[in-house]
Structure formats: C-alpha cells, structure tokens
C-alpha cells in the first residue's frame, strides 16, 4: 500500500509554492479565484437586553472566584447572554453562528421551543424525588430511549454525565465479566474522573497521579495519521488523500490495524479480560475515524476474550451522523454496553448507560445509588429532546447538510496545502490542519489560533481538537441550514486566505 502524500516543490519568492501530486494552489491563484460573497444568514430572533455585569467585571469575577483549571476559548473571552438554535448572542447583541454546539451537547438548538416549555411545565409540577420513589417521567422516558436501541440493549440507568455514564459501564464490565482489563484507543476521550482517566488517552487531559489501574491502551487506526490508510478505509463522503492498491472488498490499512489489535491482546492483558470502549468516532480527538470493518473484527476478538464491549455515544449518538441515530450502527455491531450524553439533554445535565438485562442484573447484586440521575426535569427535557430529532427531521438534516459541508471542506483541501484531512460523517466533522501534506506535521499553535480568531471575528464559532490540538471540529446543532454552512465554509475560507497572506507577508 503505498503511503506517501504529494511531494512539496520549491518556494518561490512571495510565498508561492508548487506541488507536482497536489491541486493545491498557489498565493495568487487562490486570490484570484476568492471573492467574500456570503453574508451572515438572517435570524427572526432578537435577544433580550444585557442587564448583568459589565464584562470587566465579569473578567475579575472569573480570575479571582473560578477555579483556573476553568479554561475558556479566544484571547478576548465571549461573554455570551442568550442563545437560539444554532445562533449565539453575546452581551452587545452580536450575533454568532454556532458550529460547536456548546462542544457537541445541544443536538436540537438552543432553547429549542419545545423543549423549552416541556422543562417549563415540568418545573411548576415536580423537580426532584430520587429513584426511591415512582414518577412518570422516567417509565415513560426509558421505554422511549430504549425502542430506538436494538435487541437485547433495553436496560437503562440514569446518570448525569458522560463521565458518570463510562465510569459505572467500567464497573459494570468488571462486575459482570469478574475480570479487570480494559482496552482503549490511544486518542481516546471518554471522562476526566480519576476512574476514567485511564481510558482517556491525550496527554493534555493526564494529571500526575495515580489512575488507569487497569487500563491498555492500543494503537489507534487512524488512516490519516497513522501508518496506513489508504482511499477507501472510512465510512465517510470524504476520503484520506492517501491511495492504495486494495481491491474491492479489502482493505489492507484495516488488516494491518487488527494485527496490532491483537498483538495488544498477546502482550498487554491476561488471557481473560473485561472489555473494550471504543467511540464509534473520536471526539475530543477531532472527529477520527477507523477503517469500515475494524470495530466488527475487534467486537469478535474482545468477546473471544471473554470481554464486553461498550460503545461511547456521548457525541456520535442521536442521529448526529446522519445515516444511523446510533454510531455504532454504522460499523454494524451491537454492542453490549452503550453510554450515551451530551446530546441527550441539549445542554441539560443528564447521562445513561444502556445494557441487556444479563450485565444490568450484575450492578443489583449490591445497593448503587445515584442521587439526580433519572430525575422528573431531566426525563421530561430527554423526551422532548427525542420527540424534536423526529419532529424535526434532524437525523436527515444532520445526513444532508454535513454531506454538503464535508464536500464543501474537501474543495478547500484541494486548493490549500495546510488542510490535510477532511473527515467525518453527518454533523461529526473534523479539518486537520498540517504544515504540509507531505509531512502531515501539525499546523503550529499559533498559527491555528489566528485562523480560529478570524473565523470568530467573522460570526463563527469553532471548536478545537486532537492530540496537537491540530483539529477543528465542527459539530454544531443539528438544526443548521444548507444556508448557514454555506456562510460557514465561506467564512473559513475568508480565514484561510488571510493566514496565507500573514504568511506570505513574514
């Protein structure tokens, strides 16, 4: 399989560079063939009056009452007031479009409507009653979220976030399978509590203490970053602009992943072991994907083991996708344990961990309580969460509108040297940024903030990503319009220009 990308040709005075494999373009020819024509979609939306702190004050609050560890995007932090769907607004009224969707948490918009007055009614009934006692909301809510899950996947516990959710799947494979190891994607993101720490594998996220007892890591199967890949491996609109030789069928960057699988099976854990948790695709590691048949093959080697296997859905779940409300239906496994958040609640605390009744039956054994997980607020809000997806089309919307944005990014791929990869499916996208593609090195970090300020300055918020914080990520509310990622690919491509001009001009 061959791995080489396009060979850079010479610099030439004002910047400009050829690349004999590569349709990227030069300084001047891509100035020649850019003019800003999209202007900031219309919104029928006005935000209420700023009545609170004046920013300054805001700002001193933070550094003097907010834990540090509290970090927030952009040189000038944005003090943002009100939101609508996929618009943001801040203190003075400006206006953003929202492509990272308070990082990948609201699904169906900001204050959706209905959600909204679901969650009002609901606060004038009845708040909290712990699980001690019966309320309709959670019969009603888990009976929906489970008819949308395949067999034997129909048993629920309720949580309040992501890394509650992975944290009691660690527990409940241990439990059920009375083994201990667990193997994760190196790259993988899947909580910060001292528990699920060693399944998170990006360095920035470790802290010097003990955790991940336990815990294997294994090669992640990136066919963009990793050693192989080729133009066939993902199950996306966009491949790597890697070739290979594979013939129909085959993939050989897959089969080389597998073998490192197992070698990790061989060396890293016992004979028997507890499980495996996988993303269907990376999140925080800016929207990674693996070659199509890997998850099937690795499912099959875990369970040989002895092992279960849990998908992570925190970001990829609800239909964000597109094609499938399920990530993991998209590489065709069922897994045996299921976490899902973030999405579930459009922005409102609550979490779950889905299972067959054999592995649920293992947690009753003993008392495990949780005290806010599955109450009245939170069941109603995932409700109206599901009945929006469906009501609104937004798994086809999520298909049909990151199709077009992932095409629209490829374009920008082809004409400019330090997009390296285009990647993703539905509204799961991520755009690598590199130095070059033939080095595939990391586009510098300053570098990347100036491009991310830009897209800002312009009305667009972005998220960012990866094991360099190399990615960005768009993944915004899964109720954007053909209309807003068409301004949003534009004003990227405004940003792109204007780095290749500081370039040009150092």
């Known amino acids: 399989m061959a791995r080489a990308l396009g060979r850079l040709g010479p610099l030439s005075a004002g910047g400009r560079r050829r690349h004999p494999r590569s349709d990227t373009l030069t300084l001047q020819e891509l100035k020649s063939s850019f003019s800003m024509q999209a202007k900031m979609p219309p919104c029928d939306f006005s935000p209420g009056k700023y009545e609170s702190y004046p920013y300054e004050r805001m700002l001193k609050i933070r550094k003097q009452n907010l834990s540090p560890s509290v970090v927030t995007y952009y040189k000038k932090p944005l003090l943002l007031h009100q939101g609508h769907m996929q618009w943001l ?5 400006r206006r953003y479009l929202d492509l990272f969707a308070g990082v990948v948490t609201v699904s169906v918009g900001h204050c959706h409507p209905k959600v909204t007055a679901a969650a009002q009614n609901q606060l004038g009934r009845l708040w909290h009653t712990t699980n001690i006692y019966m309320h309709p909301s959670i019969q009603e809510y888990v009976e929906k979220l489970t008819a949308l899950l395949p067999d034997p996947l129909k048993v629920v516990y309720l949580t309040n976030s992501g890394s509650e959710a992975n944290d009691l799947a660690m527990f409940m494979a241990r439990l059920y399978t009375r083994n201990f190891d667990l193997i994760c994607f190196r790259g993988g993101y899947h909580g910060a509590s001292p528990y699920t720490l060693g399944l998170t594998s990006i360095g920035s996220y470790k802290h010097g203490v003990a955790n991940g007892f336990g815990c294997q890591t294994t090669m992640l199967p990136d066919v963009f970053r990793g050693p192989w890949g080729g133009s066939h491996c993902r199950d996306s609109p966009v491949q790597t602009i890697r070739k290979c030789s594979c013939s129909q069928g085959c993939c050989e960057a897959n089969d080389q992943y597998i073998e490192q699988f197992k070698d990790t099976l061989s060396t890293c854990v016992p004979k028997a072991i507890a499980g495996f948790i996988a993303e269907p695709i990376q999140g925080v590691n800016g929207a990674v994907q693996y070659p199509k048949r890997f998850l099937k093959e690795a499912f099959q080697l875990v369970r040989e083991r002895g092992g279960v296997c849990i998908a992570d859905e925190v970001q990829t779940g609800f239909g964000r996708t597109g094609s499938h409300f399920w990530g993991f239906q998209t590489h065709g496994v069922v897994p045996d344990i299921v976490t899902m958040a973030k999405g579930i609640g459009n922005g409102f605390p609550m979490a779950a961990v889905v299972t067959t009744p054999e592995i649920a ?9 949780n005290t806010f997980g599955g109450n009245p607020m939170a069941c109603v809000v995932g ?19 990151g199709t077009y944005m992932l095409l629209e990014f490829a374009k920008l791929r082809a004409k400019f040297e330090i997009i390296g990869d285009v990647r993703g499916k539905g509204l799961m996208i991520g755009i690598e940024m590199v130095k070059n593609k033939d080095s595939r090195q990391p586009l510098p970090a300053e570098e ?8 800002k300055d312009m009305g667009v918020l972005i998220g960012r990503g990866g094991i360099y914080n190399q990615t960005f990520r768009v993944k915004p509310p899964m109720c954007i319009t053909k209309q807003d990622a068409a301004f949003a690919v534009e004003v990227f491509h405004a940003a792109l220009m204007r780095h290749l001009e500081r370039t040009a001009a150092n």
Not at 361 to 369: E, G, Y
Not at 383 to 401: F, H, P, R, T, Y
Not at 448 to 455: F, K, L, V
Request: proline share 0%; hydrophobic share 40%.
């Open 448 to 455: 990347m903030s100036q491009i991310w300020e830009d897209c």
């Open 89 to 93: 607004f801040d203190y003075e009224g």
């Open 361 to 369: 039956n293992s947690l009753a054994q003993n008392l495990h309580f």
């Open 383 to 401: 409700s109206a969460v599901l009945d929006a997806i469906a009501g609104d089309g937004l798994q086809k919307n999520s298909e049909e509108v």
